[in-house]
């Protein structure tokens, strides 16, 4: 089944799956209020996000900036 970015985006939020893009600089982390009551106590909770490129230009020199942005993704099995 071929879809695009929308409907991909789309089918994750009517399953649940994931919340829609947001800008991290802007808006913040999306975090539960407990997940920041514990962080503020000293825990360390691990918050994922996925990055979204908007060319192929992006997404080369955030790879050459962000080591994790490849070994995240290779040690997952992941080719990038």
């Known amino acids: 089944m071929s879809m695009t970015f929308?409907?991909?985006l789309q089918y994750g939020l009517s399953q649940g799956?994931?919340?829609p893009a947001v800008c991290?600089?802007?808006d913040g982390t999306p975090t539960t209020a407990e997940e920041?009551?514990?962080f503020d106590q000293g825990a360390d909770p691990?918050?994922?996000m996925i990055r979204l490129?908007?060319?192929?230009?992006t997404k080369l020199a955030v790879?050459?900036?962000h080591a994790?942005?490849?070994w995240r993704a290779t040690n997952s099995g992941y080719t990038v």
Request: proline share 4%; charged share 30%.
């Open 6 to 8: 929308d409907e991909w």
């Open 17 to 19: 799956w994931n919340g």
């Open 24 to 26: 991290v600089i802007h």
């Open 36 to 38: 920041d009551w514990g």
């Open 46 to 48: 691990c918050v994922h």
């Open 53 to 57: 490129y908007e060319d192929e230009a």
């Open 63 to 65: 790879e050459e900036n």
């Open 68 to 70: 994790p942005s490849v």
